[in-house]
């Protein structure tokens, strides 16, 4: 079964700090990955998506995930937070159907 | 272009009512998948509506029901409510592709279901 991990439910970083939130999926084909982010009381919005087009991927709000095959990860990261990057933040894989990891809240300190 | 719409935003009901959530997905989008939200499980996905027909069904009760009209929209159906129904529920549209790059899910901004 295809499947999304998200380590970490909660991830903690000071403001300017490096932030880096962690996906590993499992399959024995390269997927297509996402990851979307989700403020309160809102829906998901689409940051980044892997198409095998390029293994660095950029997003929007300054965020950037790798593809790294032979980890099978899709990690986020961006090199300096902001307090409005607070929010939580899924991975997700495409197989025909949505996967979705359990998430990861960002609490960003001033 | 117009976005999903998801109506109620916010809705409250006690339990044995039921209840019906409304999707309008982008325009040209032929998929429609709703997933459940609630803190203690996370994102739970229901189903997904491609052209009238359900494609895919997650592991819910038959309480939870949907359907989807010719023009894409869709609704989703609880039965005889239960405390524990209480989430948010979102509603995503897709071009419905399959796994193709280009099949990407935009969502709602959601249903907040409340059970009493």
């Known amino acids: 079964a295809q499947s999304v991990t998200q380590l970490g439910s909660h991830v903690s970083v000071s403001e300017g700090a490096l932030v880096l939130l962690r996906c590993n999926y499992s399959s024995s084909v390269p997927p297509y990955l996402f990851w979307y982010v989700q403020y309160p009381n809102q829906g998901l919005q689409l940051l980044l998506k892997?198409?095998?087009?390029?293994?660095l991927v950029k997003g929007i709000n300054g965020f950037e995930a790798e593809f790294k095959k032979s980890e099978t990860s899709f990690h986020l990261t961006k090199p300096s937070a902001h307090m409005s990057d607070a929010a939580e933040y899924f991975c997700a894989v495409n197989f025909n159907k949505f996967y979705f990891g359990s998430g990861t809240k960002l609490n960003v300190k001033p | 272009k117009a976005g999903v719409t998801q109506t109620p935003r916010y809705l409250i009901k006690t339990r044995g009512q039921q209840v019906t959530l409304s999707c309008s997905p982008i325009s040209g989008h032929r998929s429609v998948s709703w997933y459940q939200q609630t803190p203690g499980q996370g994102l739970q996905f229901l189903f997904e509506y491609f052209s009238e027909t359900q494609r895919n069904k997650g592991n819910f009760p038959g309480r939870f029901s949907g359907r989807q009209f010719s023009n894409s929209r869709s609704e989703m159906n609880v039965s005889t409510l239960e405390l524990g129904d209480s989430a948010l529920y979102l509603c995503?549209?897709?071009?419905?592709?399959?796994?193709?790059?280009?099949?990407?899910?935009?969502f709602g901004a959601g249903s907040r279901l409340t059970v009493l």
């Open positions: 892997y198409t095998s087009a390029a293994t």
């Open positions: 995503a549209s897709s071009l419905g592709q399959g796994a193709t790059g280009a099949n990407v899910l935009t």
